[in-house]
């Protein structure tokens, strides 16, 4: 049964009563029950803060952000993890962006390159181990479109001159090298990562073929930015655009090139899917080149239907009429789908706590399968997110910014959700708890999510997950019987 306000608010002063006065003073600005009629969260909801020392937090750094999501899935460059091996191996393959090509040929987004720094290099500098590490990959893969230099925390604290390596590297082998200044200690989450990477883009990669008019454009160009491929996202949201006419001629990150990046100034529209990492860019591109951004959402039929028409609108009756079509199509499909799972799911209550845009894309999908959102939160939001959350969300329904791992079991203890959509640092609590869980920043190894396509998978795994018999069988460890004597001998 959903809460009221009065509820909800009632539940977030009883969790916040365990922490010490100043803690739960400062936490509790983090946390609220939702109003839909409110146009502006920044005098309701803390965002976008530096998260408490001592309490756990889901965030990652500037370094997963810029390198794990806005240049990680670029197909045909190198990145440099700049710094000790560890960051570019755990970041290395780990968000199942897929690319078109041969790895080590003519594709590199699975493949760790490092500097691998010592302590040598951190008493010493590695600007010049650095630049060799570049001209060494110009040999080995010479159809590297270019190379990036992913700084890690210690360059930062070194003071190593990157920029100035990358300028002279770029002359010497020809191609772009990128210095991203995205050391993990920078900044309050990945957001800022997601930040620097776009301003390298900017700065180093985009404007590099202005002076080239050979491109024959068309009135139907597009791009699509902010849609990393996790599973293959783009292509099925991709195929949907240009059934209806549309020309994509650019898709990044998710298996993206330094050329189709240099193309998008021909684009006649930029289709934003994740504002929170590519607003920055999207913004450059119509600054610049007078290139207007559009937000869509292409999570289950209703948000599909609803963003083709808003896309199309932007254009001529002729694709007007098209994206008709294309909805009429798909909708006996979506239709089937619906008939089949909404009868096992409907009533189920969620509660998402996830980065980028997912705590409010997705909402739509779950209630075209009638399930119900009770709770939302996002790692690493800013107030922007939470104005456009709002307006998706039920009146009542918890919200939660950079929750805390104790607030987070705190809530699901009470509330009972019959699903949690989190990321990986969760499952496994909830999995011992006997929740069922989706890990929703990687689709848990399924996938695609996107697109008509997308919606059959997606619903097929939330009753998958959801109907599993194994829940019922689970015990959380501190509720077994013997539990307490346990406790008593420790």
């Known amino acids: 049964m959903s809460m009221n306000r009065q509820e909800t608010e009632q539940l977030i002063q009883e969790v916040l009563q365990v922490y010490p ?56 460059v190198v990145n440099i993890s700049h710094g000790p091996v560890g960051c570019g191996q755990f970041s290395r393959a780990g968000r199942r962006n897929y690319v078109t090509g041969h790895s080590g040929v003519n594709v590199f987004a699975d493949m760790n390159f490092t500097s691998d720094f010592q302590e040598k290099d951190v008493v010493f500098g ?18 590297a479109k270019g190379v990036t230099v992913q700084s890690e925390c210690p360059i930062g604290l070194i003071g190593d001159d990157i920029e100035a390596v990358a ?98 100034r021909h684009a006649k529209l930029n289709l934003l899917h994740c504002y929170r990492s590519m607003n920055y860019i999207s913004r450059h591109l119509e600054e610049k080149y007078g290139i207007p951004y559009l937000e ?23 694709i007007q009429e098209n994206a008709e079509r294309v909805i009429a199509r798909h909708q006996p499909m979506q239709d089937a789908i619906i008939a089949k799972y909404r009868p096992r799911l409907e009533g ?19 209630e075209d399968l009638g399930m119900e959102i009770i709770g939302a939160g996002y790692e690493f939001a800013h107030n922007d997110d939470y104005d456009r959350t709002f307006k998706e969300l039920q009146d009542g329904a918890l919200i939660y910014d950079d929750a805390t791992s104790f607030e987070l079991e705190s809530f699901v203890e009470r509330l009972k959700p019959d699903l949690i959509g989190s990321g990986i640092k969760e499952k496994y609590v909830f999995h011992k708890m006997g929740i069922p869980f989706r890990q929703m920043h990687s689709w848990d190894y399924s996938g695609p999510y996107h ?40």
């Open 21 to 76: 006065e100043a803690t739960g003073k400062q936490r509790a600005k983090h946390l609220m029950a939702n109003d839909p009629t409110l146009e502006k969260s920044n005098k309701c909801i803390v965002a976008n803060k530096k998260a408490l020392p001592g309490v756990m937090t889901a965030r990652g750094c500037a370094y997963a952000g810029a390198k794990g999501v806005v240049w990680g899935p670029i197909k045909d």
């Open 126 to 143: 590695g600007d010049k181990k650095l630049a060799k590490m570049i001209a060494e990959i110009d040999t080995l893969f010479p159809l």
């Open 167 to 264: 300028k002279k590297s770029a002359k010497d082998i020809g191609k772009p090298v990128v210095p991203v200044r995205c050391e993990g200690f920078r900044g309050v989450s990945q957001s800022l990562g997601h930040h620097v990477a776009n301003d390298s883009l900017r700065d180093w990669v985009l404007h590099n073929r202005d002076d080239d008019n050979s491109f024959e454009s068309t009135p139907y160009d597009v791009a699509i930015t902010g849609d990393y491929n996790i599973g293959g996202d783009a292509w099925s949201s991709r195929v949907l655009l240009e059934e209806m006419g549309l020309r994509v001629i650019a898709q990044w990150s998710g298996d993206g090139s330094i050329p189709e990046m240099q193309t998008t």
């Open 296 to 318: 869509y959402n292409f999570f289950g039929p209703t948000q599909i239907a609803a963003s083709l028409r808003k896309i199309a609108a932007f254009f001529d009756s002729t």
């Open 348 to 366: 189920k209550r969620v509660m998402l706590f996830v980065g980028g845009l997912r705590p409010r894309h997705v909402i739509g999908a779950y």
């Open 451 to 490: 697109g008509y396509d997308g919606f059959a998978i997606f619903a097929r795994d939330m009753d998958m997950t959801i109907n599993n018999p194994c829940w019922k069988k689970l015990q959380a460890p501190w509720k077994r019987a013997g539990a307490e004597a346990l406790k008593s001998a420790a």
